[in-house]
């Protein structure tokens, strides 16, 4: 084999490997990440993770549920109420319906969760009840007002804590959902309201993308 033969050789085997490491990377991974349409599925990721503060609440049975437990698999977290009029249930709705259409791979790496922006009335059986009403697969956290507003601020989805004085009471929220990643910190954000269609294929590439 001569000398130009040899390199031409090598050069042919260099571009296999770097076919072959993409080809199974692409296999591994669903599909390559595709930043534009993670953003036109109302999905934005952060360049940097950002630290979640510890902060204990209280689930829909009653058991303490710590912020430093939201560890180990992926987390949405939507904070409204269960006396909210139009878009609590509308949300709730339409994770049910994601959750439906979702392999069961991605439900088992994704957990929906309910924070209460009005503890004042979600007591735990409250919520239990209302999240029975979506299906199985859905946390609800209640607790103290004051650690609720840390937990929001901290993920940037605030609310306006309400006049509980006043009958029939409305709690002023947005409808965005905090991600949180299996290591416990801020990953980025899923904009509401939803956009099931795209959500539906897009948020599990990004988990998949992830490991």
């Excluded at 878009?87 to 709730?92: D, H, N």
């Excluded at 009335?121 to 009840?129: A, S």
Aim: hydrophobic share 40%; with cysteine.
């Amino acid at each position: 084999m001569t000398r130009i033969q040899k390199t031409v050789f090598i050069l042919v085997a260099l571009v296999a490997l770097v076919i072959g490491l993409t080809v199974y990377k692409v296999l591994n991974t669903g599909q390559p990440l595709d930043t534009a349409e993670l953003l036109d599925a109302g999905i934005v990721i952060l360049p940097q993770g950002r630290d979640v503060p510890d902060v204990t609440l209280t689930n829909q049975d009653g058991q303490p549920v710590s912020t430093h437990d939201l560890q180990g698999k992926w987390h949405l977290l939507f904070f409204g109420y269960t006396f909210c009029p139009d878009i609590c249930p509308a949300t709730l709705a339409e994770l049910r319906q994601l959750r439906s259409q979702w392999p069961d791979e991605v439900n088992q790496q994704l957990q929906p969760i309910l924070v209460s922006v009005d503890p004042e009335r979600d007591t735990p059986e409250q919520l239990k009840k209302y999240l029975d009403y979506f299906g199985a697969g859905f946390i609800g956290l209640t607790g103290p007002l004051d650690d609720i507003q840390t937990l929001a601020n901290a993920v940037g989805v605030p609310f306006i804590p309400a006049d509980t004085s006043k009958e029939n009471y409305t709690v002023d929220h947005g409808g965005n959902l905090a991600l949180i990643g299996p290591d416990g910190r801020l990953r980025g954000f899923v904009r509401g309201p939803l956009r099931a269609e795209k959500l539906a294929e897009q948020l599990p590439v990004f988990i998949s993308s992830e490991g």
